[in-house]
């Protein structure tokens, strides 16, 4: 169809008058502007991981990375490196020509082979769809131009040729394509915003598909609408009044800008806005059109570079970058950072536009620039070969090989006078070009004299600092005058009226009047070196040191600003006073820009090498025109200092791997590990491209650090940490100190050993309890056992002593009562003899009979007793008396007793109290209930023990009562025998003179159940 077709004549005139008239404006104001100053770019290339040098697209996707479409894959950069995506990791084809991201965040890749695959960021998977080969079938020889996923997952594929686009459901993979015919060629979908009309590029104009065949388009477009109902969709095609006949047969790309629609043939670009169409004729060959987000609008040509409109003004000339090179795409980072694809030279990055620069490749005379000053409308510049370059918007840069030097002081009315300081320091004349070297005169002899610092006063005067120390110079008569002491070394010079400052080494000195003095003895501060002294028009003083940052002098005060406080180093090299709030400081690590608000107030933004200064080395700065200038190692960088904006985007950060012993785990959910799942290494990465490669890190482990930890490394791992609850979390820090928005993190748990679960400790307590127990209570049975036949053997053994010491008391007793008989029968009292007989018979039996008992009950111990009394009544001849008292509390058939345990005692108050008694004696005997004991007392009123003892001296050997004894011995077995204590308590009886009134015997007989 031909560009002229269906025009009016009138408008047709009047449309190439102006198209010629746009084209040589152009022409003329691209020509003006190639002496523009450059930008830093960063080349990436194959040597730098890149799979191609040949780049087709570049986007960056929601979550930071980069990806570059290549002849030989895709490439996702991180920073740190590319990682390469060929047909060996699933790419259908490793010709990509373009890229998508969906809403899900799957990254579609489409090229060559008219196929189409995407990255699935879950699985780190590329997945090809299943409806690719009736896909590719169906475009034949044509090329998918652009993809779009709506918010359900359907897919729209266009292609260049043809008379349709596919509709792809997202069933079963997009396994059915569904051809949508429309009779236009070459789609090209975008989407202005999310749940929006899609619009379409075809070879007429523009179309727009809204999904109701009842809507209108934007308000004010004039629409001739053309329905086609296929499959419930309705698509309207935009017929631009006047201008679509002269519109190329295929638009390759569209794009949104603000409130218009670009869009673009082989060499027009096209401006739609608020019904009005518009068009650039550009001489180029287009390949890529793109607006960022300041809304500059970027050309990418074939073989010329890359053109930008600033702020997408098309009436204006644009900038041009890169030539030589075809930029097939320009993409605008987070950060503000641009990249630009070519098919000849791979990627070049720069981190911002706001940074020009002049270097050896520029014009520069060499790359290190020692300092750089303000001269009318150019900038004087010294190299590393003292050579002086002039700098200036108009002519760039010029060389002046004639005056050589390091550093340049302008002086004069007119400002006209350079003093330019080298190993022979001269004034230089610029209106007449004469120049006369600066002479010293030292005892009588003029010396050529090399300037170390050179500062024009408040009243206009110079003072210079040179070998031989401080003086003035007169430039009249080219000559310098000394004032002073030598100051060797000096570093920094300052006049304020009569006073002047000298940096040193050693610290700052003030002369006043020929007199010096050591500031550090009044502040240690002013010990340090100081580089560079500037005065601001509060009348603050700013003092660069080399170590110890920024001081300034406010009065008799001093304040200090270092890198603790936001200061980019605290090597601070030269200091630029910008107008009443602004300071800029050069350090070894970049500029800062110090911002005041307040007496003591201030903010701090750090630029570096990372935001577009050739180097961080900065020697020196000045500002021409709203210009800052700033000389460097590397060149000199200039940048607008009152537009300029630190773009602090906060660096996204992400987990890339969590591995548990060696074994990697995915990054969803929280996990649970065993107790020997303990070795642990985590792997993150944050997402910059102003420093690649160099970002700081801070992370924690909660659960077992309480502080955080700094480190540049991508990796952290713990081994052997102990069981519990953890979080691991993450931050990113870029280059201007910002950190991540959101930490990365990941929740996992390990597992107590199951032997300290709670469970298993009270399982295991059980069991051992029961064990310990079933152990005790064997042992405690075998114990028990082992006792109970013991006992039964002590019983056994104490009852045959017991019976052995009955064994021994009767014979005693019956001894006894026989020598009683055959005392009656030597006498002839044969009736007594016959008496005792008979009872000592019945007392025998009785003996007997209790003898084979070990307990009998309490009745017949009193029975034998009693005749036992009265046995021992006959044979005293009743020279006593006695009396048996039985408490009636006490059930003497149910309670038992040893057999002949009283008798002993009975016995002994006859034979040793009553039968030395000279008149009448009294024995009672009574049985008292005591509760849980019987008391039984056996009570006389013989001689006593005392006077019993006498009589035994007197007429007997001394004799110890045996049955007594045996009887302790009794009670004890007994007491053994049936686990009691049978206790016997002797008691001599007096009146109150002392003299004995008889004996009084306790026995505690506990209470045995004789039934039981």
């Not at 590329?126 to 996923?149: A, D, F, K, Q, R």
């Not at 990418?300 to 702020?311: H, I, L, M």
């Not at 510049?381 to 840069?397: D, L, P, Y």
């Not at 005392?823 to 025998?844: C, G, M, P, Q, W």
């Amino acid at each position: 169809m031909s560009r002229y077709q269906n025009c009016n004549p009138i408008k047709l005139y009047f449309y190439e008058v102006t198209m010629i008239l746009r084209l040589i404006t152009a022409l003329l104001l691209c020509t003006f502007f190639c002496g523009a100053q450059n930008i830093p770019f960063r080349n990436y290339s194959v040597s730098d991981g890149l799979s191609s040098s040949e780049v087709y697209k570049a986007i960056q996707d929601s979550k930071g990375y980069m990806w570059f479409c290549t002849d030989a894959g895709v490439c996702r950069y991180d920073g740190y490196s590319f990682r390469q995506f060929t047909s060996e990791h699933g790419l259908p084809d490793n010709t990509i020509f373009n890229i998508y991201e969906d809403h899900r965040q799957r990254i579609w890749f489409f090229g060559m082979a008219r196929k189409l695959a995407y990255y699935d960021p879950d699985s780190d998977t590329i997945v090809s769809i299943e409806g690719n080969n009736v896909l590719s079938n169906s475009i034949h020889s044509s090329v998918i131009t652009s993809i779009y996923v709506d918010d359900a997952d359907t897919l729209f594929v266009a292609y260049n040729f043809g008379d349709a686009f596919y509709k792809v459901p997202p069933a079963n993979n997009y396994k059915n394509v569904i051809p949508i015919i429309f009779n236009e060629t070459g789609w090209q979908f975008w989407s202005p915003k999310p749940k929006e009309w899609v619009w379409g590029v075809t070879g007429r104009g523009l179309l727009k598909y809204d999904g109701n065949e009842d809507k209108v388009g934007p308000d004010g477009m004039k629409l001739r609408t053309s329905r086609h109902l296929i499959l419930g969709r309705t698509f309207r095609r935009a017929e631009l009044e006047s201008y679509t006949s002269n519109l190329g047969e295929q638009f390759r790309q569209a794009i949104p800008a603000g409130n218009r629609i670009l869009f673009f043939d082989g060499g027009n670009v096209y401006q739609l806005e608020n019904e009005k169409l518009s068009f650039l004729f550009y001489d180029a060959d287009l390949i890529s059109l793109y607006a960022d987000k300041d809304q500059n609008i970027w050309l990418g040509t074939t073989g010329k570079g890359v053109s930008v409109f600033p702020r997408g003004d098309l009436s204006k000339a644009p900038v041009h970058y890169l030539e030589n090179s075809s930029v097939s795409s320009v993409c605008q980072d987070r950060e503000g950072g641009y990249w630009f694809t070519t098919l000849n030279h791979g990627v070049f990055y720069t981190p911002s536009l706001s940074f020009g620069y002049y270097n050896a490749a520029t014009g520069l005379s060499g790359e290190k620039v020692y300092s750089i000053t303000p001269f009318h409308d150019s900038i004087l510049c010294f190299t590393e070969n003292r050579i002086m370059n002039s700098i200036s918007k108009q002519h760039g840069v010029r060389q002046n090989r004639f005056l050589n030097g390091v550093k340049a002081t302008v002086f004069g009315e007119r400002g006209n006078i350079l003093i330019i300081t080298d190993n022979k320091s001269y004034c230089y004349d610029a209106e007449s070009g004469e120049r006369r070297f600066l002479k010293v005169i030292n005892k009588g002899v003029a010396s050529d004299v090399y300037i170390r610092k050179l500062i024009v006063s408040e009243k206009n005067e110079i003072y210079a600092l040179y070998s031989l120390g401080l003086s003035k110079v007169d430039v009249k008569n080219a000559r310098l005058v000394p004032m002073g002491p030598p100051f060797r070394r000096a570093s920094s010079l300052y006049v304020k009226g009569d006073s002047i400052w000298i940096g040193l080494p050693q610290g700052l000195i003030l002369n006043f009047a020929g007199i010096s003095d050591t500031l550090g003895r009044h502040n240690p501060l002013l010990y340090n070196r100081i580089d560079d002294i500037k005065e601001d028009k509060r009348h603050w003083i700013w003092m660069a040191t080399k170590g110890a940052g920024l001081i300034i002098k406010k009065g008799s005060r001093l304040q200090r600003i270092q890198t603790k406080d936001g200061l980019a180093s605290n090597l601070c090299k030269t200091v630029l006073i910008d107008g009443d709030k602004t300071v800029w400081v050069g350090t070894n690590h970049g500029i800062s820009k110090i911002t005041l608000s307040g007496n003591d107030q201030f903010s701090i933004e750090n630029y570096s090498s990372t935001d577009g200064l050739l180097s961080d080395e900065i020697n020196d700065m000045c500002i021409l025109n709203n210009e800052l200038y700033v000389a460097s190692n590397r060149g000199v960088a200039v940048f607008d200092r009152v537009h300029l904006k630190l773009d602090k985007v906060q660096p996204p950060v992400y987990l890339t791997s969590f591995v548990v012993n060696e074994k990697i785990h995915p990054l969803k959910g929280k996990h649970v590990l065993m107790h020997d799942e303990n070795f642990i290494r985590f792997e993150y990465i944050g997402l910059s491209y102003k420093s690649p490669g160099k970002m700081l890190y801070k992370y924690r482990l909660a659960g077992l650090d309480t502080t955080w930890h700094f480190t540049s490394n991508q990796t952290v791992q713990y081994t052997t940490l102990p069981p519990g609850d953890y979080t691991f979390l993450v931050y990113a820090i870029n280059s201007d100190m910002v950190n991540s928005a959101e930490p990365a993190r990941i929740l996992f748990t390990i597992r107590q050993p199951f032997w300290r679960a709670w469970w298993f400790i009270l399982g295991l307590a059980i069991v051992l309890t029961g064990t310990i127990y079933g152990i005790l209570r064997t042992r405690i049975h075998q114990f028990q056992q082992k006792e109970r036949e013991k006992t039964e053997m002590e019983k056994k053994i104490a009852r045959i002593e017991l019976k052995a010491i009955r064994a021994q008391m009767n014979p005693h007793f019956i001894f006894n009562a026989i020598n009683s008989i055959q005392h009656y029968v030597l006498t002839n009292d044969s009736e007594s003899a016959y008496r005792y007989l008979s009872k000592f018979s019945k007392l025998i039996r009785n003996v007997l009979e209790n003898s084979r008992h070990e307990i009998i009950p309490l009745q017949k111990e009193i029975e034998t007793i009693e005749l036992y009394i009265e046995l021992e009544k006959l044979r005293f001849e009743t020279r006593f008396t006695h009396t048996i008292y039985i408490d009636p509390a006490i059930d003497v058939l149910s309670y038992g007793i040893s057999p002949l345990l009283i008798q002993p005692y009975v016995e002994n108050a006859i034979w040793h109290g009553l039968m030395h008694k000279r008149d009448v004696g009294h024995l009672a005997l009574s049985f008292i209930d005591g509760g849980n004991y019987i008391l039984c007392v056996i009570d006389d009123n013989g001689v006593g023990r005392k006077m019993s003892e006498k009589i035994k001296e007197q007429h007997f050997r001394k004799h110890h009562s045996m049955a007594l004894s045996l009887n302790i011995d009794r009670l004890e077995i007994i007491g053994h025998l049936f686990q009691n204590k049978q206790k016997v308590t002797i008691v001599d009886k007096r009146d109150a003179a002392g003299e004995a009134l008889g004996t009084r015997v306790e026995i505690v007989i506990p209470k045995i159940n004789f039934k039981k």
